[in-house]
Structures are given as structure tokens and as C-alpha cells.
């Protein structure tokens, strides 16, 4: 199985900042996702990100926001751009493995002030 | 279009007795289902799967769950809960046969599913 790990855990930010979160998986992977997660709540999907190409983005979301890179197979990161406290989430980075299998990393929980 | 519904938001069990947490689907090709376990503060851990084959799919933790094509549902189970098991579980969904950025999963709400002791 595909080991994923997320880079801050968690991290308290002021308004108006951004914030890049890294994500680092153990093998190669032929998708990834990064996901939005209210605590107790079901995922939002925010993007596909793609080997060396842009991002593809779902309803809602927009590359200015939430600028993604995935420069190779293993590393994605994702910046939260100008926050607001509405950007105050858990942001989980997900990997679809060669098993067939969707693995997610632990998260970083996000706090705006 | 895929989704899932898992109907109980939540499910409270004794310890030691059965457990089921109830998910459907609909997809229009056929599916690929997963059942996901979230615990406090955690991301989310692959519990199992269905591609193919039995429709009784053996997990971790002493899981497993049932595919029945007929009622379109995939049912987690566990014979003896333990108190440990409490935890937020999600069903997800996704059509075999899509591709490119449509391979992505589709969560159903979670079911919170709590062990008394």
C-alpha cells in the first residue's frame, strides 16, 4: 500500500497569508487528489493534479485560490492563497496506487484567524 | 454521474454485539466500492474494497462487507464491535470503467458509528 505523508499537520495562520502544504508519497502513483474535509464531515474534492501540467479543478474552486504543482510522480503541494477564516479546514492529499486503491495522507489541519 | 448515500449519520452499538453501517450507490457502469475509517484528528485509512469476484469482501480490523448488485448496496459489517471501533466510517464509489480525472472517488456523508461499552 501506498504511504502518504502531509507537511505542516496543522497550522494556525493570520488573514490575508497563504499557506503551502506538501505532500510526499512512498511509490509511484498514477493519480492524486488533494481534498477539503470540514471535521466530521464528508471530502470535497478540490483538484486532480497532474504530472507537469496544470491542475484540473472542480466546481467551486479556482487556480488562483488554490495553486497546485505536482512537479513528479510522488510530490504535489498545494497553497491556500490570501486565506480567510473560511479556509479554516482539514486539507487531505490523496494518491490512487498502482493496487487500484485510493490512499490518503493524515491531513493538515488549518486554522485562519 | 456516481454517488452514494450512507442513510444513518449515525449508528450506536453495544460492545460485542453486530454492526452494520449501510451505504448504496449508483453509478452507470459498474463499481468499484470502498468503505474508509476516519479516527479523531486522523485522515482517512482503506478499510476494503469490491472490483470483482465474491461479494463478500474480507477487510482489516475484522470487516467486511457485502455486495448485493440487485439492492445496488454495500453494507459494512463486523460480527463483534469493540469499543475501539468507534470512529467515522465512509462508503465511496466509482464507475470501472471511467478514466483520466473522472477515476476520482465519490464519498458518501460518513456514518459515525459509536461502541458502548
Known amino acids: 500500500s501506498a504511504v502518504i505523508s502531509q507537511k505542516p499537520s496543522r497550522d494556525i495562520c493570520q488573514r490575508g497569508t497563504s499557506l503551502t502544504i506538501q505532500c510526499q508519497v512512498d511509490s509511484q502513483v498514477t493519480m492524486m487528489f488533494w481534498y477539503r474535509q470540514q471535521p466530521g464531515q464528508s471530502l470535497t474534492l478540490i483538484a486532480t493534479a497532474n504530472q507537469g501540467s496544470e491542475a484540473t479543478y472542480e466546481s467551486g474552486f479556482v487556480i488562483d485560490k488554490f495553486p497546485i504543482s505536482r512537479p513528479n510522480l510522488t510530490f504535489s503541494t498545494l497553497t491556500v492563497s490570501n486565506m480567510s477564516p473560511e479556509d479554516s479546514s482539514i486539507y487531505l492529499c490523496s494518491g490512487w496506487g498502482l493496487a487500484e486503491t485510493q490512499y490518503f495522507g493524515p491531513g493538515t489541519r488549518l486554522l485562519v484567524l | 454521474a456516481q454517488s452514494v448515500a450512507q442513510p444513518e449519520d449515525q449508528v450506536n452499538v453495544a460492545e460485542g454485539n453486530p454492526l452494520t453501517v449501510k451505504c448504496t450507490y449508483s453509478v452507470s457502469g459498474n463499481p468499484y466500492l470502498f468503505w474508509y475509517v476516519q479516527y479523531p484528528n486522523r485522515g482517512l485509512q482503506f478499510l476494503l474494497k469490491y472490483i470483482t469476484g465474491d461479494n463478500l469482501v474480507k477487510g482489516s480490523y475484522g470487516f467486511e462487507a457485502e455486495f448485493n448488485k440487485s439492492q445496488t448496496s454495500f453494507h459494512l459489517k463486523k460480527p463483534s464491535a469493540l469499543v475501539s471501533d468507534s470512529a467515522l466510517y465512509f462508503c465511496?464509489?466509482?464507475?470501472?470503467?471511467?478514466?483520466?480525472?473522472?477515476?476520482?472517488?465519490?464519498f458518501g456523508s460518513g456514518t459515525q458509528l459509536t461502541v458502548l461499552p
Open positions: 465511496a464509489v466509482r464507475d470501472l470503467r471511467a478514466s483520466g480525472s473522472a477515476r476520482q472517488l465519490t
